[in-house]
């Protein structure tokens, strides 16, 4: 399967990684998991430097679409996206403009510092949506990893069996 993810809940954190040509529904596929598993509000690596191929302008639209909905209905956590070749960065720029949901995204050209951007603190802090009902921003000095699992270090996910 082109398409491997995991969910580590310990870790709040949702790593994929595409190798290949990947199909639209891997994708969703992905997407419902995230649901049916309570994820989206945790932070999510998307590795897309083997990736081959791509999606058509439809398809990301509609993967837009599904994050603009669920970011209305619940918080989504930071995303963070690697690509692997500057063809890849346009496509991936039209998903971000079009998600439009409340959380940072960012997009990357290797995987080290998209890792760290999720472990910096204050990645978080520009999100609205992480607000309780006071609607205030979260703050802190720590990331929104460690904010979310209430500890000060971070540490690898691992893989989970389910």
Excluded: N
């Amino acid at each position: 399967m082109p398409l491997i993810y995991s969910v580590s809940r310990r870790d709040r954190l949702v790593t994929a990684t595409a190798r290949g040509e990947v199909s639209a529904e891997e994708i969703s596929h992905c997407l419902v998991a995230m649901v049916e598993q309570g994820a989206l509000a945790y932070a999510k690596l998307f590795d897309a430097t083997e990736l081959q191929g791509g999606f058509s302008r439809a398809q990301l639209l509609s993967f837009a679409t599904f994050s603009k909905v669920q970011g209305g209905l619940r918080r989504l956590g930071p995303l963070a996206i690697v690509i692997g070749s500057p063809a890849q960065r346009a496509r991936v720029e039209l998903f971000v403009r079009r998600a439009t949901a409340r959380r940072p995204v960012r997009v990357f050209d290797d995987l080290p510092a998209a890792r760290r951007w999720l472990d910096a603190p204050g990645t978080c802090s520009v999100i609205a949506s992480t607000a309780g009902p006071s609607g205030r921003l979260a703050t802190g000095a720590q990331s929104c990893r460690q904010r979310m699992l209430g500890s000060a270090t971070t540490r690898p996910a691992p893989r989970e069996e389910e």
